[in-house]
């Protein structure tokens, strides 16, 4: 469906920042009066959502029928300084510190609304009347709801008061209620999620969105109240508004942002899933061509080719998403660490490509990498030095690993989660139980990313070969080389290169290099029993940052950096990104890539990270080219892989775009987990999307 002008005008001006002139100088100041009150934590946090959503300004655009537009642009702390020092003193905090990358159960939200939340706070409260610390959590609950409540009912009075009926009579009835349309479950979820972020919270997802709006659509259309046109108009209407701030939420980078959404799959019974509104979703994502919301769709080896069709015309427009995740995988996967199996159907995918359960999980996803390159080049050198065999420089490395889990562990068994009422509003079970979700869910536990795996492979496989096997570099030789980065021996820098067994060319002797490393990670991690919030350790085959950080160092970094490695990879030249052939590797195409990673054993590596390929735009160039791809993404899935995400890129454009970033402004690309606008990328990641290497298909 081509946009109408309507939506044409509303993403020129969300592109171009129109909405910019409404977000204040000034934000709320909490501190000085919650000193005076002496507030605890948990009724800062609340007062915080309150102060926010009332400092709020109304914004109803003309083109509007869903609303809430962002006016504060920061959220203050609800401490001071010092306080704030005292109060995390010898704790860990994850990232920035507030809760982050885990998913509501919106479905369960919107069915009963906002005044249903607070009736099963109210039950509790009454419940547990005399314990002091439930109440204080039901109080503060309360507390944001009436906020986002009141919030709700002056978007409805402004409404009015521009003759926007549709929109004041949504906003009278929902969040308060549950939504009875389409429209007003949109609204419903548009404004709630929004007030997640004004607490500070970050890389708010929005879940199995096909399966809990569904309902409402199906009533619409069943009814006659909206036709396909029509309700896809609502939906691009909501995806335009996710993009109004993304220059606001906080990321590595900006587009970092977690706003994705996951449809397809199977129901928690494990009946197929996919609806029209699965289809719909695709659909209007193409139409809409924007970073949000990002689109992860569940598959198996037995989706339709249609669908798969559908979703690859994403791919063709550049928008790096869909990311498809594996249910014959993934799913067995989740249940082999003790998730429950209707739980684990029910999955969702965080802000990257984690796994996670709406509503149950507060798995900490990324708690930091293991860096399988800092792994293999430590033993490489030590062991060299040392005159041992390969069998014992291997063992260097199974202990290396080992202690890197527990190094990351360690540093978390203190962790600090600050309260969260108002999110808690959303998850299952808080306000029931009386307990704050940061006190923990049905799921806690911590995902740890197996960073640039190809290369710490390839170094692996090419001292195995190159300096025991064939004897053709001698341990002195590439000792001295990896100390000067290649300086005076370029020749044996190449032959590393050119001449070592590399992953992604279905090569033995790499795989098996890859396959250790990773059983080498999973049983470092199935070592460590609770990881201190009852929950395990999920290994992962992510790099998300790392393969630049790990390359060059950087200030937020526990990882050390690596210089020149046994690949032939020179120091400060970034490393592969999730599961990919190291860069400058030449491969015989995507089939022999997803047969090498075919061979991970998936049952065990279940945080997520995607094999990651590049086509040549140049692909797309023929009839067949749409139906073709669809059947790699196919192939992917018969071939046991776990999860993958595909770009159409194309180099001369990206250079242009780096030397005239005004003619290309609008131009996506997948960066790690997400997708961003290439022109806001740092130059050292742009430079990393050019250098990928581009499959043709023949």
């Known amino acids: 469906m081509p946009l109408s002008e309507r939506l044409i005008r509303m993403k020129e001006a969300v592109r171009r920042g129109d909405h910019h002139q409404y977000r204040q100088q000034h934000v709320p100041m909490l501190t000085a009066e919650s000193d005076v009150l002496g507030l605890s934590w948990m009724q800062r946090q609340a007062r915080l959502i309150t102060a926010m959503c009332e400092a709020e300004q109304v914004v109803i655009q003309p083109d509007e029928r869903i609303v809430f537009t962002r006016t504060l642009p920061t959220v203050p702390p609800v401490y001071q300084n010092e306080d704030w020092a005292c109060l995390t003193a010898e704790r860990t905090l994850h990232e920035l510190g507030p809760i982050s990358n885990i998913c509501a159960d919106w479905g369960f939200v919107l069915s009963q609304g906002l005044l249903g939340r607070r009736d099963a706070a109210l039950a509790t409260r009454q419940r547990c009347a005399n314990q002091p610390e439930t109440v204080e959590f039901i109080d503060s609950a309360i507390e944001t709801i009436d906020a986002v409540l009141a919030l709700a009912e002056r978007y409805a009075k402004a409404a009015r008061a521009m003759n926007q009926g549709d929109i004041a009579d949504a906003l009278t009835h929902v969040p308060a209620h549950p939504p009875q349309t389409f429209h007003e479950a949109l609204q419903f979820l548009r404004l709630v999620h929004a007030v997640v972020w004004l607490g500070g919270h970050y890389h708010v997802g929005l879940g199995r969105f096909d399966q809990f709006m569904w309902p409402y659509l199906e009533r619409d259309l069943a009814a006659g109240r909206l036709d396909n046109t029509s309700a896809e108009e609502l939906l691009a209407e909501f995806f335009i508004s996710l993009n109004k701030d993304s220059d606001l939420y906080p990321g590595v980078q900006q587009g970092d942002n977690g706003q994705t959404l996951t449809i397809g799959g199977v129901t928690p019974s494990g009946e197929p899933a996919t609806n029209d509104l699965t289809l719909m979703v695709l659909r209007v994502a193409r139409d809409v061509s924007m970073i949000d919301p990002k689109i992860n769709l569940r598959i198996t080896a037995d989706t339709d080719l249609d669908l798969l069709c559908l979703a690859t015309e994403l791919t063709k427009k550049g928008l790096g998403f869909p990311q498809y995740s594996n249910d014959d995988v993934v799913i067995p996967g989740l249940v082999a660490h003790g998730y429950a199996l209707e739980d684990a159907r029910n999955y969702t995918v965080a802000a990257c490509w984690e796994f996670i359960i709406p509503g149950k999980g507060l798995d900490v996803v990324n708690i930091g990498a293991v860096s399988f390159p800092y792994a293999a080049d430590t033993a490489i050198r030590a062991g060299l030095r040392a005159g041992e065999s390969f069998e014992e420089i291997m063992e260097r490395v199974r202990h290396d690993v080992q202690a890197q889990v527990n190094r990351l562990v360690g540093t978390y068994s203190d962790l600090l989660l600050p309260p969260a009422p108002y999110y808690s509003v959303l998850m299952d079970g808080c306000l029931e139980s009386g307990c704050d979700l940061s006190r923990g869910l049905t799921y806690n536990n911590f995902g740890i990313h197996g960073a640039c795996s190809a290369n710490g492979a390839d170094a692996l496989a090419a001292v195995q070969k190159l300096v025991f096997q064939d004897q053709a570099v001698s341990p002195q030789q590439l000792l001295a080389a990896l100390e000067t980065n290649f300086a005076d021996n370029d020749t044996l820098r190449c032959l590393l290169h050119e001449d070592g067994p590399k992953v992604g060319n279905n090569d033995p002797q790499a795989d098996v290099m890859l396959v250790t490393l990773f059983d080498m990670l999973a049983e470092a991690c199935e070592q460590i029993e609770d990881n201190g919030r009852g929950g395990i350790v999920r290994p992962g085959t992510g790099s998300a940052m790392y393969y630049i950080w ?95 995400q595909v770009n159409s890129l194309n180099a001369e454009t990206l250079r242009e775009a780096q030397f005239q970033p005004e003619l290309h402004q609008d131009l996506i690309v997948r960066v790690w987990g997400w997708s961003g606008y290439f022109c806001e990328l740092s130059p050292e990641y742009q430079e990393h999307v050019i250098q990928r290497d581009f499959y043709e298909m023949g």
């Open 550 to 644: 790990l390359a060059r160092g950087h200030e937020n970094m526990r990882e050390p950096a690596v210089g020149a490695t046994a690949d032939g990879r020179k120091a400060g030249t970034p490393f592969s990104a999730n599961l990919a052939p190291a860069p400058g590797v030449r491969v015989p195409g995507p089939i022999s890539v997803f047969q090498t990673f075919s061979k991970l054993d998936y049952q065990r590596i279940v945080n997520g990270g995607p094999i990651t390929i590049e086509l040549s735009s140049s692909v797309f160039g023929e009839p067949e080219s749409i139906r073709k791809v669809a059947m790699l993404v196919r192939t992917f899935a018969q071939l046991g892989c776990q999860q993958l």
